[in-house]
T-cell receptor, first 109, second 114 residues
Framework: EDKVVQSPLSLVVHEGDTVTLNCSYE??????LLWYKQEKKAPTFLFML????IEKKSGRLSSILDKKELFSILNITATQTGDSAIYLC?????????FGAGTRLTVKP | DADVTQTPRNRITKTGKRIMLECSQT?????MYWYRQDPGLGLRLIYY???????NKGEISDGYSVSRQAQAKFSLSLESAIPNQTALYFC?????????????FGPGTRLTVL
């Protein structure tokens, strides 16, 4: 059975801290891994990863995939209160998409 | 205007009622998806469709049905709603020509079954 596990489920930090969110997976046929940010409404796309070892960056956010160890991490440096959200990891095994439960990040001033 | 719209945005209904949630998109995408989101469980795929004549069951299709009336419209039905179908429902779209499987989500429909 395909499985996507995110950790931690919840995290509280202060502005300026650096955080690392984890996503591990077990799927029968891996195609890609995606990270989404969900604030009050719909998830919005952050990154898509298909190859191991290639870091994707967007401002203070970065992500990398390890296809041998079956995990990905999402790093956020110099966190801001606007980073508070649920971060979702999703894996594409075939034509559908499997989501993890998400990590709820709270950044305090 | 939003690219992916869902109606209604909120709905409260009673056990046993038939409910339809509608999704429309103006992105011109061929693929459409229905998910439900429950606290602690993340998003789970209910049904997906790759074109008007293609319907596929997802992870949790029992108790649901869908209809792809046109490329731009994909509706989700609960034939006889039950309380454990209380959840936040998202429609999403993607394009076979775009970044592989990047999905664009609608604003969600919050459904409560009493």
């Amino acid at each position: 059975e395909d499985k996507v596990v995110q950790s931690p489920l919840s995290l509280v930090v202060h502005e300026g801290d650096t955080v690392t969110l984890n996503c591990s997976y077990e799927v029968t046929n891996f195609r890609s891994l995606l990270w989404y940010k969900q604030e009050k409404k719909a998830p919005t796309f952050l990154f898509m990863l298909t190859s191991s070892g290639i870091e994707k960056k967007s401002g203070r956010l970065s992500s990398i995939l390890d296809k041998k160890e079956l995990f990905s991490i999402l790093n956020i440096t110099a966190t801001q209160t606007g980073d508070s959200a649920i971060y979702l990891c999703a894996v594409v095994p075939n034509n559908d998409m499997r989501f993890g439960a998400g990590t709820r990040l709270t950044v305090k001033p | 205007d939003a690219d992916v719209t869902q109606t209604p945005r909120n709905r409260i209904t009673k056990t046993g009622k038939r409910i339809m949630l509608e999704c429309s998109q103006t992105k011109g995408h061929d693929r459409m998806y229905w998910y439900r989101q429950d606290p602690g469980l993340g998003l789970r795929l209910i049904y997906y469709s790759f074109d008007v004549k293609d319907i596929n069951k997802g992870e949790i299709s029992d108790g649901y049905s869908v209809s792809r009336q046109a490329q731009a419209k994909f509706s989700l039905s609960l034939e006889s709603a039950i309380p454990n179908q209380t959840a936040l429902y998202f429609c999403a779209t993607s394009s076979t020509g775009g970044r592989y499987n990047e999905q664009f989500f609608g604003p969600g429909t919050r459904l409560t079954v009493l």
